[in-house]
Every structure is written in structure tokens, then in C-alpha cells.
């Protein structure tokens, strides 16, 4: 469930962004494992999501299936140019329905320029009954024609880096893709690769 804070600063931002050049789409995938930042959450899982954006401001909202109850993300922020940079600020929370884990809140920083790019996540765990755990999360990101690489990781109170390696496409109106994701042992207790591939429609509302 989501914060009243969040849900707040979201219908705010929805009503100072105006009408021009605004969008609203939806989303639903599946993908045949749910990794997250390297780590694994279920297999065989379907998403959903709604996004509204205008003017360089987006709010938007996504959820999935993760065995014990679902997951559901609140979104906003802002991203722009400036010549070939690209960059973008917001906020992003993670909250769930069941007991599969407890709820992240986070600030989102990104930038890119030509085929790079690169993102940073400063966030906090809630962490059921134990103390609250801070963290830093970063990627460095390169994709052309569809192909990509990243390496992320963690650092703070959480630990651990992968590289994920991937291609997506779209066919007939349907994406698609496939991605290879090396995690190491300090990331989830053990070395481990993973192939996994995904399929995806998005829908213009208005």
C-alpha cells in the first residue's frame, strides 16, 4: 500500500503539470523470472502499470506478482535535456501487500549522454522489526540498437554488485527481450547467473 505522503505529492504533481504535450499509457508484461537489481524475486511473474507524463514531469505507478501478495511501486519526478545530456530527479517507493518484504523509499538521480548512462538510488529499508537500513544503489549503463550492459551494485548497509547483459526488441507492437544477469556472492549469498526473457505491451490511453 502507499504512503498518504506519497499519494499526496503525487496528485500535486499531477495538478501542476498542466495539459501540454501530456501523455497517460499503461503497461502489463511478464517475464519469465522477476529479477530487481540483480536479485531474484519469483519466477514466472506479471506486471502491470499506469504512467502519466507532461511537460518533463511523470507520475506513475507499477505493480507485479511475487508469490506472497504483490508489489507495488509510486513514482514521480522530473527528467529533461540539455543538448545531448540527458538527467532526471525523483522518488520512488516500494511497497507490498503480503509478507514477502517490507517497504524501500528512495531518491533517484540519472543522467546520460549517447549510448552511456548512469543512475543512483539513496534509499532506506524499513526492514519489518529490525533497525531501519540505509543504502546506496548505482548503475553504469551502455546500449545500442537494442543491445545493452550494465553493472550495478550496492553499498551501506547493503552489499554486492552484478552485470546484466541484454536484448530487447519490439515485435509486431510486442516487446520483447532476453538478459543474461551475473550476480556475486555478496549480493545474495551466492555466485549466480540467470537467464531470463520478457514480453511486454504498452498502451497510449489518450
Do not use: C
Amino acid at each position: 500500500m502507499k504512503s498518504t505522503l506519497t499519494a499526496t505529492l503525487m496528485l500535486a504533481l499531477l495538478a501542476t503539470t498542466g495539459v501540454a504535450n501530456a501523455q497517460l499509457s499503461a503497461n502489463v508484461g511478464w517475464a519469465s523470472e522477476y529479477h530487481f537489481r540483480g536479485i531474484f524475486q519469483k519466477t514466472s511473474s506479471a506486471s502491470a502499470g499506469l504512467d502519466y507524463e507532461a511537460n518533463g514531469f511523470y507520475v506513475g505507478t507499477w505493480g507485479a506478482d511475487v508469490g506472497d501478495g504483490l508489489e507495488i511501486d509510486g513514482y514521480f519526478g522530473y527528467g529533461g535535456e540539455v543538448d545531448d545530456f540527458s538527467y532526471s530527479i525523483g522518488y520512488t517507493g516500494y511497497f507490498y501487500t503480503g509478507d514477502f518484504d517490507d517497504t524501500y523509499q528512495e531518491i533517484n538521480l540519472g543522467g546520460g549522454y549517447g549510448i552511456f548512462s548512469a543512475e543512483v538510488a539513496i534509499g532506506r529499508y524499513e526492514n519489518f522489526d529490525g533497525p531501519t537500513q540505509d543504502y546506496t544503489y548505482y548503475a553504469l549503463m551502455l546500449e545500442n540498437a537494442g543491445f545493452y550492459g550494465k553493472l550495478g551494485g550496492f553499498s551501506q548497509d547493503f552489499d554486492g554488485e552484478y552485470i546484466e547483459l541484454g536484448y530487447g526488441t519490439t515485435l509486431a507492437e510486442i516487446d520483447v527481450g532476453v538478459s543474461l544477469i551475473i550476480a556475486n556472492d555478496d549480493l545474495i549469498g551466492e555466485d549466480d547467473e540467470t537467464l531470463l526473457f520478457t514480453i511486454g505491451k504498452s498502451f497510449d490511453i489518450n
